[in-house]
């Protein structure tokens, strides 16, 4: 119906993303008319999302016409912003905004570039920002949940780690098991992502090949190859950002900075 | 005659200095000077929020001092490891806060911190100073309370202190237990010559228990002296 009424790709993508957000504001409604209120909250992050991604699709725009190394500046501006996001999870640990920027860029630009050297991810600025992004954002997710986590235990187990402080422990030893647990939780939703692949969920980038006219064999082994790099990539962040995390827990004097209080 | 009278003039083995802490605007612990003896057990009492646990987390360096110092036999504490600090001045909680596993593998913690294995002799020695002889493989979970705290002081006697600080050891136990370890900790204060900072909020027991009394009142100390004089007969 659409189709016959925007003529133009742009207007018609338009018209797509207002129909969408329709949709998902009557849920919101709905919700509300259980006592749950998301409407501010809905309607900020629907428009910021349209505003960041119609800004992403110009500046896409853009570098199509541009030599290829300009993506290296987007991929490094969205792990500086992915950085800054995820941070916001590990609230009163300090530090946490550099050691989520830090463990994002090795994480995910390790297995970026090294896929990108291996020829699993073209150099094409169409391919390369697109997957890139998704290794970023996932390895985002995947900081956010470790780094809350961590701080979530360090804060029920204060008199535990202080206790093993007490006896002379060292500060890395009194949270090594909650580190631990923090890097596994964090990883579960990656690897159910792996494990339920194509029998509960067909991925957007599997998806946007099939439309693109791609062989479907090979969308749907490319889409195992993304959905691995994001695995590797998610392991290394949260391995990355928990071990750098732990030691902000505590001050030069070996005390536990990290409580509830603060 | 108590402890303290017989080392009344013995070595000050632990000095504040003006010691404080201020979190914020809020002065938790307010320029305390004061002198622990070898072998003395000390308490320090007052009302709830007084700051008793405050000083006492200052004195093994849990928490910061925001002004002045503290002197382990004569030095700044600040000059010592954290580590070796809090090996020498050991802490026994209110709350255990035992390690998963057996009791055996709670002793051995702290002095294993140093790569230290505590020969199993050596446990049940302390198990039986402890009063639980034969305990070493009991599985914590499956403790009283009573028994927990006794854990939890064999534990900080495993790594050898200097100095125990108590802090409200037998507030979460009932009368029984509380009566247990409270005449255990005199024990060993009797038996080792063992220097003990005690925090207290229950007057009878620090009339029963203390040689010298610090009593503390918004963060500061405001008389100092033998229980009788401090906390009246």
């Not at chain 2, 049940?124 to 927990?148: I, K």
């Not at chain 2, 495993?158 to 009368?175: C, G, K, Q, V, Y």
Request: hydrophobic residues 50%.
């Amino acid at each position: 119906m659409l189709k016959s009424l925007f003529h133009t790709q742009l207007t018609l993508g338009f018209a797509q993303a207002g129909i969408a957000s329709v949709l998902a504001l009557a849920v919101v409604l709905l919700a509300r008319r259980r006592n749950i209120h998301l409407e501010s909250d809905a309607a900020i992050a629907l428009l910021r999302g349209i505003v960041q991604i119609v800004a992403v699709g110009s500046i896409l725009a853009l570098l199509l016409k541009s030599p290829r190394w300009t993506s290296v500046f987007l991929l490094t501006g969205m792990i500086i912003a992915a950085g800054s996001i995820s941070a916001k999870r590990a609230k009163n640990i300090p530090g946490a905004r550099k050691v989520s920027t830090y463990s994002i860029a090795a994480g995910a630009g390790l297995v970026t570039a090294v896929m990108t050297w291996a020829g699993v991810i073209d150099t094409a600025i169409t391919s390369l920002i697109p997957v890139g992004s998704m290794i970023i954002a996932n390895a985002m997710n995947t900081n956010g949940l470790a780094l809350n986590r961590f701080r979530s235990e360090v804060l029920a187990h204060a008199g535990e780690i202080e206790t093993a402080l007490a006896l002379g422990a060292a500060p890395e030893h009194t949270v090594a098991s909650y580190a631990e647990s923090s890097i596994h939780a964090s990883l579960i939703p990656a690897i159910d992502n792996l494990r339920s692949l194509g029998i509960v969920w067909i991925p957007g980038l599997m998806t946007g090949m099939l439309l693109s006219g791609a062989d479907p064999l090979y969308a749907a082994i490319y889409q195992f190859v993304v959905i691995a790099m994001i695995l590797a990539s998610s392991g290394l962040t949260s391995l990355l950002s928990t071990m750098m995390i732990r030691n902000h827990a505590f001050s030069a004097a070996e005390q536990l900075v990290l409580k509830s209080s603060g | 005659m108590s402890v303290a009278q017989q080392t009344a003039s013995g070595a000050v083995v632990l000095r504040t200095e003006h010691l404080g802490r201020s979190v914020g605007d809020i002065s938790v612990v307010a320029g305390i000077s004061l002198d622990v003896y070898h072998g003395e057990m000390l308490g320090i009492v007052g009302a709830s929020g007084s700051g008793k646990s405050s000083l006492l987390r200052l004195l093994n360096r849990l928490d910061e001092p925001t002004s002045g110092t503290v002197f382990l036999d004569g030095q700044d504490y600040r000059q010592f490891s954290p580590r070796e600090l809090r090996r020498r001045v050991g802490m026994v909680t209110q709350r255990p806060f035992l390690f998963p596993g057996n009791v055996a593998g709670n002793i051995r913690f702290g002095p294993l911190q140093r790569g230290e294995v505590v020969a199993d002799e050596d446990i049940a020695r302390l198990l039986e100073r402890v009063g639980l002889p034969g305990f070493a493989g009991r599985e914590v979970a499956n403790l009283s309370g009573g028994e927990q705290q006794r854990v939890s002081l064999a534990r900080a006697l495993a790594n050898r202190p200097d100095i125990l600080l108590l802090d409200e050891p037998t507030s979460a136990l009932d009368e029984q237990a509380k009566m247990g370890v409270e005449q255990l900790i005199c024990s060993l204060v009797k038996d080792t010559s063992l220097t003990c900072v005690m925090v207290t909020h229950d007057r009878d027991q620090a009339r029963r228990m203390c040689d010298r009394v610090a009593l503390l009142e918004a963060g500061r100390l405001i008389q100092f002296g033998k229980p009788a004089e401090v906390l009246g007969a």
